[in-house]
Nanobody, 122 residues
Framework: VQLQASGGGLVQAGDSLRLSCVYS????????MGWFRQGPGLEREFVAA????????YYTKSVKGRFTISRDNAKNTVYLQMNSLKPEDMAVYYC????????????????WGQGTLVTVSS
């Protein structure tokens, strides 16, 4: 079982990107899913999370109103729509799965994707 993240790239400030993360197993709907990011020299930080059913979403303050997390359990996929990107959003973005709680804390994430790089030029 693994997570495969994709969708990163080089964009200009103000542009949009949509990240995707596909879960390869059969138990996707047992996991809360989260997106985290790690900038150069920084610790991995929480960005957004979504509950197992998709009914509840959570965001870090700096992305609220610009980013939207969603999931399609039929496709075993979680998305992160990122609008109005800023240079400070530049980081490697990771998806993570947490079976026990909402995936807002990196230290409790049980399964990680490989990361996808988002570069934002000013």
């Amino acid at each position: 079982v693994q997570l495969q993240a994709s969708g990163g790239g080089l964009v200009q400030a103000g542009d949009s990107l949509r990240l995707s993360c596909v879960y390869s197993g059969r138990t996707f709907n047992r996991y809360s899913m989260g997106w985290f990011r790690q900038g150069p020299g920084l610790e991995r930080e929480f960005v957004a999370a979504i509950s197992r059913t998709g009914d509840n979403t959570y965001y870090t303050k700096s992305v609220k109103g610009r980013f939207t997390i969603s999931r399609d359990n039929a496709k075993n996929t979680v998305y992160l729509q990122m609008n109005s990107l800023k240079p400070e959003d530049m980081a490697v973005y990771y998806c993570g799965a947490d079976q026990d709680d909402i995936a807002t804390n990196a230290q409790y994430v049980e399964l990680w994707g490989q990361g996808t790089l988002v570069t934002v030029s000013s």
